[in-house]
Every structure is written in structure tokens, then in C-alpha cells.
């Protein structure tokens, strides 16, 4: 199989807006996120971390924001869409074996392509332990939702502790367009799970909740490496992303080739 081929294929299948699947520089330009925000994610999904994106409303862009992460999935990691409970039996018997990503279009109880609930939600998170990335969206604007709307599913707590970053989008209306913005930015430090960036809707500016040095902490601990090496790959995975959007690499598949060129050049380092 052609993993990347595969992979691109189950990403435009999130793509719900029609028109061309939209690209984490896309997501930058617009402002939905900073390149420095987005850099954090791309090295904390190359540690392997599985992700959540949420948003209360529909059409906040959270499944946009969750399909541009996929994005920065590490060469030959296989992306295996949860069509129906089948999936996840299978995955829980085995198949498919580390590294692959399972990834369920959302959690909720309709029954559209890719929607998990109830058992097959709880089973879902169940992956986490078997050293599969489990990747899916919901309608939760926190992880204090998050965590309320999956345990009342039967979701353990610690399979939800391994679903390490997270991320919340908010829609607002202002002077006439539509802003969808990462409100919030979640990942787990010091026995806690950290606000490491929040959106703040008056003056329209992300604000780091969290030092520096302390966010280069949790990175070194994702990638197994030191402090010192996290921030380097962190300063190279900002400044690619900020030279793609000045360079107009914006197409999907066009910034993956460009992800895929950066892992090649961190070998060794990740």
C-alpha cells in the first residue's frame, strides 16, 4: 500500500467546506493559530501523541483543524478510519499493529461515516494502550467537557490521559466576517493537563499561559530528548511553517511534501 497515497485519500474524506482540503498554513494565514502554536503540535504529534480537537457549535472548524494535524503524521504511519465497530474490534485484536493511527471522524451519536458512541467510543480510547495513535473530534469546549462527555460514555480515565494534546476552536462574528480561532491549547504537565496558549477575543491575540521553558520541558519529554534539542526543532518546525505561507506552499499535499522533507532532515533527532 502507498501509505501516503492512503492517507491523503482519509484526509480529504474529513473535508466537510467542499472546495480544496485546507492546510495547516492555510489555518495559519487565516489566524486560526500561530505558526509557533502549530509547531508545538507537529513535534508533539512526531512523539507520537494522539490528539482532540473540539468546539461546541458545529462549524467552529474543529474536523478542519484535526484533518491539517493529521498532516504532520511521521512517514509511514497509516491513518485507519473507524467506518463502523468493526474497526475497533480489530484494532483490539491486533490489527492493525503500531505505528497507525485510528482515527474516528467524531464522537457523536449520528450515524454519518465515522461517528463513534457509546461502547465503541470507550473501546476506542482503549487503542491508547496498545500503542496505537487515536486521533477524533467532539463537542466539547474544554477538556473538563471532553473528559465529562467521554466518561459518561465509559471512557476510562486512563485511556483519556493518554489523548495528551488537545485543542478547542471558537467561532465569533466580527465587523461583518467570521473568525474561527484555537481558543485554547491543552497538554499534560506536572500531573496535570496545562493551558499552554488561550485566544483572546479583544484584540484578536493568542496568549502563552505557560513559560517558555516549561512548555520546552513537556516537548523533551514527548520527543525523549533534552530541553535544549526540543527548542531547536521547535524554532525549525516554526520557521519552516512561516516560510511555506511567505513561499504561497499552501495546498495540502504540497505542505506534506514539505513535512515529510523536514522529517528527513531531523532523522536522528526525532
Known amino acids: 500500500m502507498d501509505v501516503e497515497k492512503h492517507n491523503l485519500a482519509q484526509i480529504d474524506r474529513l473535508n466537510q467546506r467542499g472546495g480544496r482540503t485546507l ?8 489566524g486560526t493559530i500561530t505558526a509557533e502554536m502549530a509547531g508545538f503540535c507537529w513535534l508533539a504529534v512526531a512523539g507520537g501523541d494522539s490528539f482532540l480537537t473540539g468546539a461546541v457549535p458545529g462549524g467552529a472548524g474543529k474536523t478542519t483543524l484535526m484533518a491539517t494535524l493529521l498532516g504532520f503524521l511521521p512517514p509511514g504511519e497509516a491513518i485507519v478510519t473507524v467506518s463502523d465497530r468493526a474497526v475497533v474490534e480489530s484494532a483490539l485484536a491486533g490489527r492493525p499493529r503500531p505505528p497507525a493511527v485510528v482515527l474516528a471522524h467524531e464522537i457523536g451519536s449520528g450515524s454519518w461515516f465515522g461517528y463513534i458512541w457509546g461502547r465503541t467510543a470507550a473501546d476506542f480510547f482503549r487503542l491508547t494502550a496498545k500503542g496505537l495513535r487515536c486521533v477524533s473530534c467532539l463537542h466539547a469546549d474544554s477538556p473538563r467537557q471532553t473528559r465529562e462527555q467521554l466518561t459518561s460514555l465509559g471512557v476510562r480515565e486512563e485511556d483519556l490521559n493518554r489523548v495528551r494534546l488537545q485543542l478547542y476552536m471558537r467561532m465569533e462574528r466580527k465587523t461583518g466576517r467570521i473568525l474561527r480561532r484555537t481558543r485554547s491549547l491543552h497538554y499534560p504537565g506536572g500531573g496535570a493537563r496545562r493551558t499552554l496558549y488561550r485566544w483572546e477575543s479583544d484584540g484578536d491575540e493568542f496568549r502563552q499561559e505557560l513559560k517558555r521553558a516549561a512548555m520546552l520541558q513537556l516537548l523533551a519529554g514527548a520527543l525523549e530528548t533534552d530541553a535544549g ?12 511553517l512561516r516560510r511555506w505561507g511567505n513561499g504561497g506552499v499552501q495546498r495540502f499535499a504540497d505542505v506534506r ?11 536522528g533527532r526525532i
Open 229 to 240: 534539542q526540543a527548542g531547536k526543532l521547535w524554532e525549525d518546525a516554526t520557521e519552516r
Open 23 to 30: 492546510s495547516i498554513v492555510d489555518l495559519i494565514e487565516d
Open 257 to 267: 511534501s514539505r513535512v515529510l522533507e523536514a522529517y528527513a532532515d531531523w532523522e
